[in-house]
């Protein structure tokens, strides 16, 4: 039997500094812009703030929300997702920013139903993969894998069509490894992704402005003014900071220089104002994030409790080591902000709630 114990405390204090880290550095990295703006400094950090206390909220509520009975629920939480990502792409539905439609008005405050959808996804393909394992059909193709290969299908494509390769991309490869983690052959996995690239690289090649990611990605300084202007102002806010930085507030890329400074770039502002020190902090902060999620749920006492726990830390430390990456220039420019840091309202919540749930998986061990 499953013994109840504390929650694994550690995972809370990481999370809570993370978020603390992340007000602080979305004030200083927006404060210019807002001022300009909203004539308000504060006017990112306000909404922030008002997240922040949503997600914590939902966080303990998580917490304290026995995880065996999101199973019941996790059907639900897949059609959910699939309509709310479905609504966003009609028009004069879904809200329409520089050519994405991303997001939803819900009583007043905007919503990003493909935050909602990651969670949402690893909660329902934890259960499939349960009930495909219980039922003995786990390593079958045609009644086992093509159903749940079929349902991923479809939040991916509704993903992309918003546009965001970024986010469907990090969604697919995190229920990948649930797959591969499950035990389901590994053949299937492998000609699943070799039937994909042809349609991947028509997506890249034949959107114009990915293919210029893709080439200012190989050589920003052949564009510095235009596509490779973003990265190469993100290796001039690392190249400020040195060993230990500027100082908090003293960053001078934040200025109307790095786009997306408080959101996608945000490690770039930490790299300028606190230097490597700080930037190693951020990342030993994720590591150690990482490594108590997965160690909590190779402790799990079912599948279920196991699966849930592993894809929540795997979408953190996949979606993190991205928006590393991106900002030093070692993958090309995508639009994914870095988890529990950057801003973002709807995404801070489903980080926080996703912790929760690990927390409360933490709990109960063999």
């Not at 703030?49 to 059907?75: E, I, K, N, S, V």
């Not at 991303?102 to 996804?121: C, D, I, M, N, Y």
């Not at 697919?172 to 389901?184: E, N, P, Q, T, Y």
């Not at 953190?316 to 639009?335: D, E, I, M, S, Y």
Request: charged share 10%; glycine share 10%.
């Amino acid at each position: 039997m499953p013994r109840k114990l504390e929650p694994d405390f550690r995972i809370l204090f990481c999370v809570v500094a993370l978020v603390l880290v992340g007000l602080v550095m979305v004030y200083s990295a927006s404060g210019t812009v807002a001022g300009a703006k909203y004539g308000d400094t504060a006017y990112f950090l306000k909404r922030q703030l008002l997240w922040a206390g949503l997600g914590f909220a939902g966080l303990f509520a998580a917490m304290r929300f026995d995880y065996r009975r999101l199973q019941g629920l996790a059907p639900y939480l897949y059609i959910s997702s699939v309509v709310l990502l479905f609504l966003v792409l009609i028009p004069g539905v879904g809200r329409e920013v520089s050519g994405a439609r991303r997001w939803l008005h819900v009583g007043g405050l905007t919503f990003q139903p493909s935050e909602f959808a990651k969670l949402a996804l690893i909660i329902a393909f934890s259960h499939f993969l349960v009930k495909k394992e219980n039922s003995g059909r786990l390593k079958d193709f045609v009644t086992g894998y093509v159903p749940v290969a079929v349902a991923l299908g479809v939040c991916f494509v509704l993903i992309l069509l918003q546009p965001d390769m970024g986010t469907s991309v990090i969604a697919a490869l995190v229920v990948f490894f649930l797959f591969f983690i499950s035990g389901i052959r590994f053949s299937f996995i492998l000609g699943t992704f070799l039937v994909m690239l042809p349609f991947f690289y028509v997506a890249v090649v034949n959107v114009a402005y990915r293919r210029r990611r893709i080439l200012s990605f190989l050589d920003p300084w052949a564009d510095p003014s235009d596509t490779g202007f973003q990265i190469i102002q993100s290796f001039i806010a690392f190249g400020n900071g040195h060993a230990f930085g500027t100082g908090l507030g003293t960053g001078r890329q934040k200025n109307f220089f790095l786009p997306d400074a408080h959101t996608d770039f945000i490690f770039s502002i930490i790299g300028e104002e606190f230097g490597f020190a700080g930037c190693a902090l951020i990342v030993l902060l994720f590591a150690v994030l990482v490594y108590l999620g997965f160690r909590a749920a190779m402790r799990a006492p079912e599948p279920f409790g196991m699966y849930l726990a592993a894809g929540i830390t795997a979408c953190v430390g996949l979606q993190a080591v991205v928006n590393f990456c991106v900002a030093t220039g070692l993958l090309p420019t995508k639009g994914l902000p870095l988890p529990f840091i950057s801003l973002g309202g709807s995404a801070l919540v489903m980080w926080l709630v996703s912790a929760g749930i690990l927390l409360n998986v933490s709990q109960y061990r063999t």
